[in-house]
């Protein structure tokens, strides 16, 4: 098992910036990638961006890149996800999530990593809400 947990969401203004963290524990060995979701009230849960857990493939959702930006931290096991320009319409919950290797899921990661459903272990989520 994987456990994830999510930190650094809150209020902030638009424009401004912020940092959330994931940290992964457990059986980490066996992750293949991990990814960020967002899930806004009333609205399905959608694919914000994916990073590798070994190397620097990366995904982003096209609207995202360039104002979001994923990294990873393999020291500390711990993925970031720096959100800058904040506007209104990011409010929403903020989840990762972890592939897990040598599975049908992570032979298939390239083609369908924006897919919740490819992601087994799931955080409980972090509040991000970006006033006007």
């Known amino acids: 098992q994987v456990q994830l947990v999510e930190s650094g969401g809150g209020l902030v203004q638009a424009g401004d910036s912020l940092r959330l963290s994931c940290a992964a524990s457990?059986?980490?060995?066996?992750?293949?990638?991990v990814g960020w979701f967002r899930q806004a009230p009333g609205k399905e849960r959608a694919f914000v961006t994916s990073?590798?857990?070994?190397?620097?493939?990366?995904y982003y959702e096209d609207s995202l890149e360039g104002r979001f930006t994923i990294s990873r931290d393999s020291a500390k096991n711990t993925v970031y996800l720096q959100m800058n320009s904040l506007r209104p319409e990011d409010t929403a919950v903020y989840f990762c999530?972890?592939?897990?290797?040598?599975?049908?899921?992570?032979?298939?990661?390239?083609?369908?990593?924006?897919?919740?459903?490819?992601?087994?272990?799931w955080g409980q989520g972090t509040q991000v809400t970006v006033s006007s």
């Open positions: 457990g059986r980490t060995f066996s992750v293949y990638a």
């Open positions: 999530a972890a592939v897990r290797g040598g599975t049908y899921y992570s032979r298939t990661f390239d083609y369908n990593y924006y897919t919740p459903t490819q992601y087994e272990y």
């Open positions: 990073i590798s857990w070994v190397g620097d493939s990366t």
